[in-house]
C-alpha cells in the first residue's frame, strides 16, 4: 500500500452510500454510482484501498488511536505488561444502552475508538461486511460484463472475501457469535436483516473458507505494500492461531480446533516457503524510519507529511511526553536473558542487577530496543521508545528544537502493519499446540531454528552495539531451563495444563517480548483463557515498575528532576510522592529526611489501586441494550452473551 490519499477513502464511501436495491433507469454521466462505477478494474482498486485504512492502520492518523500502540491511547487495556499511575483501566461492568459503537467514527475518530482499547477486536457494526459482500456480488456481473478477464476476476475476489473474513474475525474476536452473511441484505428483507447469532464455528469456518480462497487466487505481487497472497496468508494464520486456541482453552462447543490449529501452520507456511521475507533488519529500525528497511515487514504502512497523512505515536516515545502506560515488573521478569535463559536460571554476569542500564546489557536486544535505558519520571520509571528513530529522543536532552516529525501529531516514521516474526511464531505456537492435544507431528529443533532463533538472530544496531547490547542465544528444546513463572499462582489460572509445557511457555514469552504494546498480548490472553493476569490480585507484579536508584546522579536527570531542586536540594512539594519497594517486599515513601540509599528499588506507581473485580464474562463483549431492543421492536429477538443477560 503507497501512501493513501483520503479521496480513495470519498470514493470508497461515495459508492458504498450510493448503492440501492432500486436502480435509476438511466445512468448518470457525471457522478459515480452503483450503476456505472463497476467498469474497470481501477475502480475495484479504488474501492478496496479506500478500506486499507480500516484494516491496515498502523499508528492511525493524526491523533487517532484505534490499533494503534498503546503508549498513546488512554484507558487502553492492551496487555498485562501495561501499567498506569492511579486506578488500573477497568473492565465493562454494565450492558451499554446506546448502540454508540456503531458511529460513523468508529474507525477514525475519539468517541468511537473506546470499543477497540478492552478488545483489539472490533465492534458490533455490519457496514464493512455489506460492503465486501457487495463486492462479491458487482464482481459476477463486471464479469458476465467482460469488464475482468478470469486472472482479474479471481484476484478481486479473492482480495474481497480476505477482507470479509478479516472484518469477522474482529467481530467474532468481541462477540463471539455474530450474524453471518454472505450476501447483500435486502432493505424489504426483516428476516434475514434480524436473524439470529451464528456460532462462532460456523463463522470462522465460513472465514477459513474465504482465506482458502484468497490465498489461491490473489496475486503473489500486486504493487509493493498492496494486499497480496502473502499478505492474505500472513493475516489467515494470525486468524486461525486465534481460533483454534480460543476454541481450545474455552471448551467451545461443537468446536474444531485442531481444523484452524492445522491452518494456521499450513498459511504460515506459505509465507515461510516463498522466500521472500527475512529478519534482517534490526528491532528498532522496523518501526522508527520513514521508508521500509530490509524483508521483514510483509506489509508497510507509509506515512507523509505532504500528503497530510501523519500520527502521533512517536511524538509520545520522545522522553517530552508522558506515556499512558508503562511497562511492569512482570513483563521485565520475563525477558529473556542473552543466554537464552530466564533471569532465575541464567549464568550472564550482572544478570541479578534490574538497573536499566544493566539489563539492556544482559537482556535479549529487543529490550534496548523498545526502552529508555535510564529510569524515567512518570508511570512506572520505564519508558517505551520503540516507536520512535533513535535520533528522536535526542532533542528532549540538548533542548534544541524538535523537527515535527518527532512531535504533536505531525510524526512521519511508518509501520510494519504485519511482519514475517508474527508468522514465524503463529507457525511455532500452532504446530506445538497440535502436538500436545491433537497428536500432531512433534516440533523440532529445526522448526525452532526455522521461527524463534531466526527471529533471535536479527542484525544489532550500531547504536546498541555501542552499549554492549548482544544477540540472545538460540533456544534449544533439550536445554530450556525451568521458569518459576511458568508455574507460579499468578500463571496457575482457570485452565489447569495450560502452561504445563515448557517449550509453549518460551512460545509464549517470545511473543510477549516480540509484540510489546502493538495490540497483540491482550488478543493473546483471551485466546489462552488466562484474562486473570490482568487483576493485580492474582498477578501483584503488574502493580510494580522498573529499578530506580536514588544514590545515582542522572545525568539526564529524566527520573529524579521532580525529586531535587536544580541546587540539589530536595523538592519538599513532591515529598510522599515516591514510592519504592526492596527486594525483600519492602516498601519505603519518599520524605524530607529520609536516607536517599533507602530509596534504591522497584517504582511503585502513584497511588496505584488494582481494577475492579472483572470475571469469566469480560472475555466476550456484551451485545448493547440499543440492538437487543432493536431485534424486539421489529418482533424478533437476539441472545446476550453469557453472564451479561
Not at 474497470?40 to 491496515?56: C, D, H, M, P
Not at 532463533?453 to 550500531?462: D, E, F, L, Y
Not at 540539589?568 to 519505603?588: E, T
Request: contains cysteine.
Amino acid at each position: 500500500m503507497k501512501k493513501l490519499s483520503y479521496i480513495f477513502l470519498s470514493i470508497a464511501l461515495i459508492v458504498l452510500s450510493g448503492c440501492a436495491d432500486e436502480f435509476l433507469n438511466r445512468p448518470s454521466k457525471t457522478q459515480m454510482d452503483d450503476q456505472n462505477f463497476w467498469s474497470s478494474e481501477q475502480n475495484l482498486r479504488l474501492f478496496v484501498n479506500g478500506a486499507y485504512e480500516n484494516y491496515f492502520n498502523g499508528y492511525a492518523n493524526s491523533w487517532g488511536q484505534q490499533y494503534a500502540p498503546g503508549v498513546y491511547s488512554s484507558g487502553e487495556m492492551s496487555d498485562d505488561a501495561r501499567t498506569v499511575a492511579g486506578t488500573l483501566t477497568n473492565f465493562l461492568t454494565s450492558v451499554p444502552k446506546d448502540n454508540w459503537y456503531r458511529a460513523d467514527d468508529t474507525y477514525s475518530g475519539y468517541s468511537g475508538t473506546y470499543w477497540l482499547y478492552r478488545t483489539g477486536a472490533g465492534p458490533w457494526n455490519f457496514g464493512f461486511i455489506r460492503k465486501w459482500n457487495l463486492m462479491i456480488e458487482r464482481l459476477d456481473m463486471m464479469k458476465e460484463n467482460g469488464v475482468l478477464t478470469d486472472e482479474a476476476y479471481n484476484h478481486w475476489m479473492g482480495v474481497a472475501r480476505f477482507l470479509r473474513g478479516f472484518e469477522y474475525y474482529r467481530f467474532v474476536g468481541s462477540f463471539g457469535d455474530v450474524p453471518w452473511y454472505d450476501h447483500v441484505v435486502a432493505s424489504t428483507d426483516l428476516d434475514d436483516q434480524y436473524k439470529g447469532r451464528d456460532s462462532r464455528v460456523t463463522v470462522m469456518t465460513h472465514v477459513m473458507e474465504d482465506m482458502d480462497y484468497a490465498i489461491a487466487n490473489v496475486r503473489a505481487n500486486d504493487g509493493a505494500n498492496y494486499i497480496n497472497k502473502y499478505v492474505v496468508a500472513a493475516f489467515a494464520s494470525r486468524f486461525m492461531l486465534f481460533e483454534g486456541t480460543w476454541e481450545k482453552y474455552h471448551n467451545v462447543s461443537g468446536g474444531t480446533p485442531k481444523t484452524f490449529l492445522e491452518k494456521a501452520v499450513s498459511y504460515a507456511k506459505v509465507v515461510m516457503d516463498s522466500g521472500k521475507y527475512a529478519c534482517n533488519t534490526d528491532f528498532r529500525s522496523l518501526f522508527g524510519l520513514e521508508t521500509q528497511s530490509g524483508n521483514e515487514a510483509i506489509m508497510f504502512r507509509s506515512y507523509s507529511a505532504d500528503l497530510s497523512c501523519t500520527h502521533c505515536i512517536a511524538s509520545y516515545c520522545n522522553l517530552a511526553e508522558g506515556q499512558s502506560g508503562y511497562a511492569n515488573l512482570a513483563f521485565l521478569k520475563s525477558v529473556r536473558c542473552i543466554d537464552g535463559k530466564p533471569y532465575t536460571a541464567s549464568t550472564v554476569a550482572g544478570k541479578d542487577s534490574w538497573a536499566l542500564e544493566d539489563m539492556i546489557k544482559t537482556r535479549d536486544s529487543r529490550f534496548e530496543a523498545t526502552f529508555w535505558d535510564e529510569p524515567y519520571s512518570g508511570g512506572t520509571s520505564i519508558y517505551c521508545v520503540k516507536f520512535i528513530d533513535r535520533v528522536g529522543p535526542t532533542y528532549t536532552l540538548t533542548g534544541a528544537a524538535r523537527p515535527a516529525k518527532y512531535g504533536s501529531m505531525t510524526n512521519t516514521n511508518g509501520y510494519p502493519v504485519i511482519r514475517y516474526a508474527e508468522v514465524l511464531l503463529n507457525y511455532a505456537e500452532a504446530k506445538q499446540e497440535l502436538a500436545l492435544s491433537y497428536s500432531g507431528s512433534p516440533v523440532t529443533q529445526a522448526d525452532i531454528d526455522a521461527t524463534i532463533n531466526v527471529i533471535r538472530n536479527r542484525p544489532i544496531a550500531p547504536e546498541a552495539a555501542a552499549k554492549g547490547v548482544q544477540k540472545t542465544a538460540p533456544l534449544i528444546i533439550s536445554d530450556i531451563a525451568d521458569d518459576p513463572m511458568r508455574t507460579s499462582s499468578a500463571y496457575a489460572l482457570t485452565h489447569a495444563g495450560v502452561v504445563s509445557d515448557p517449550l509453549l511457555w518460551e512460545i509464549r514469552q517470545e511473543r510477549r517480548l516480540e509484540f510489546f504494546m502493538e495490540q497483540v498480548r491482550v488478543l493473546d490472553i483471551r485466546r489462552w483463557g488466562e484474562l486473570e493476569l490482568m487483576d493485580g490480585n492474582t498477578n501483584p507484579d503488574i502493580m510494580v515498575g522498573s529499578w530506580i536508584d536514588l544514590t545515582k546522579t542522572s545525568s539526564q536527570r529524566l527520573s529524579y528532576n521532580l525529586l531535587f531542586n536544580s541546587d540539589g536540594s530536595r523538592n519538599k512539594s513532591n515529598f510522599g510522592v515516591l514510592k519504592v519497594m526492596h527486594l525483600d517486599g519492602k516498601v519505603v515513601t519518599w520524605s524530607e529526611d529520609i536516607d536517599p540509599a533507602e530509596m534504591v528499588g522497584f517504582r511503585i506507581p502513584n497511588n496505584i489501586k488494582n481494577r475492579n473485580a472483572f470475571g469469566y464474562r469480560n472475555y466476550l463483549e456484551p451485545v448493547c441494550t440499543d440492538v437487543i431492543n432493536q431485534y424486539k421492536d421489529a418482533g424478533y429477538s437476539i441472545e446476550q452473551n453469557p453472564g451479561w443477560e
